[in-house]
């Protein structure tokens, strides 16, 4: 089983790496539907972004997709920080951010899992628009990622800046 | 032959335009410019939606906001890259306001004030070089409207998010399938309402190697 998911998140690598090729720094948003597909054929619900975001938590992990994502919510409610524990592509970002053969990396920018739980966020509370904008920390020694998401409940919520650097 | 420099050279992008209307055979003429780029294999995929509908322009600046307005505001509070971009400029109420035009996403709304939007789409099936193909239609656009006075500006913003380019092809009734046709960008187009200044360019000897990369010495 192990080898099948190493083999798998070794074509995302490619996949990642290629695209990055082609397209440089625009490759990270083009990547948002990538993931969506497990939580939408899944019962997710809510009415809050709370109430959506554990809907999809208790669904990934069902799934065996991660061990556990804990979250927190920021800056005027855009910021979303994912934490997310022993997830399965873990070893893609790390892979990524090396090379294959230490020729020369590129910085994780594609996260299946944040870009389910936006997906849902974005059809569920018709929010206007989300975007995973950091993967922020990788730590394979402790198996866990960071993430800094966006979430924009209207228009208006656009051009609300703020230092988010040190949340 | 005509030697084209200084039209390259004097070429700005336009995104305030005055309040007049671009006559047909000028924007015909800007099309035209297209259909003569080059294209791998010939295929020419360029396809061309002209917009003048004010409410459908509006939109298109709606998502265009969205496009830029969404990743500026997140990649400036999350990091010192915007400021470092224009750490140059010394006017800090200057410095401000281009600041706040990237973040709101005003930058890229311009397309809701412009007499013309010309949205441009590429077929995908069957082509080889389709993104490519595309910019070189684009930028032989931006040089005739230049040429014939006109001003102009093409936004990628909008199409970068697929959420956001399938709420663009909805709007225009383009097909939706990411197997069908790229939307690649938008091209505003009417009469300058402004002159800016040339923007810094980098230096001839910094962009250039000599017979292979790091070369920098023209060989004698």
């Known amino acids: 089983m192990n080898d099948k998911i190493a083999y798998f998140n070794d074509l995302l690598v490619r996949f990642e790496e290629i ?9 990270h948003p083009k990547v948002e539907y990538i993931g969506t597909d497990f939580l939408r054929s899944k019962k997710i619900e809510g009415n809050t972004v709370e109430e959506v975001v554990d809907s999809c938590i208790k669904e990934i992990k069902a799934g065996g997709l991660v061990e556990d994502i804990t979250y927190s919510r920021a800056g005027e409610g855009i910021l979303l920080v994912l934490k997310v524990k022993n997830c399965i592509h873990l070893p893609m970002e790390a892979k990524l951010q090396y090379g294959f053969k230490n020729e020369g990396g590129v910085a994780p920018y594609m996260c299946p899992i944040a870009n389910m739980i936006l997906d849902r966020i974005l059809n ?16 394979t020694n402790k198996g866990e990622c960071r993430l800094k998401c966006v979430i924009y409940e209207s228009v208006a919520k656009i051009g609300q800046v703020g230092d988010w650097r040190s949340i | ?9 004097s ?26 780029a ?44 915007w400021q470092k971009k224009y750490a ?30 010309i949205v441009v789409i590429g077929e995908l099936k069957d ?29 990628h913003g909008p199409s970068v998010y697929p959420s956001l380019v399938k709420r663009m092809k909805e709007l225009l009734k383009v097909p939706t399938g990411m197997g069908q046709y790229k939307l690649i960008a938008t091209i505003s187009l009417g009469w300058p309402a402004e002159s800016p200044k040339a923007r810094e360019k980098k230096n001839f000897e910094d962009i250039v190697y000599w017979e292979e990369f790091g070369r920098k010495e023209r060989p004698k």
């Open chain 2, 38 to 81: 080059p294209s791998g294999e010939n295929e020419q995929p360029w396809r061309l939606i002209v917009v003048r509908n004010p409410e459908t322009k509006a939109k298109i600046a709606e998502i265009a906001k969205l496009g830029t307005g969404g990743r500026v505001t997140a990649e400036f509070s999350l990091s010192d890259y």
């Open chain 2, 1 to 9: 032959m005509a030697d084209i420099i200084d039209l390259i050279s």
């Open chain 1, 19 to 27: 695209f990055y090729h082609e397209l440089s720094g625009m490759s």
């Open chain 2, 11 to 36: 070429r700005r992008s336009i995104r305030r335009f005055k309040d007049e209307p671009v006559p047909d055979e000028m924007i015909d003429k800007v099309i035209e410019a297209a259909r003569w």
């Open chain 2, 127 to 155: 082509m080889f070089d389709t993104p490519y193909d595309l910019s070189c239609a684009i930028m032989n656009m931006l040089l005739e409207a230049h040429s014939l006075g006109l001003g102009a500006c093409w936004v």
């Open chain 1, 124 to 139: 569920i509370l018709h929010y206007e628009m989300v975007y995973n904008a950091l993967i922020e920390d990788i730590d």
């Open chain 2, 88 to 117: 140059g400029v010394k006017d800090p109420e200057k410095k401000a306001r281009l600041l706040r035009t990237l973040y709101t996403g005003q930058a890229s709304e311009f397309a809701g004030n412009a007499p013309v939007v």
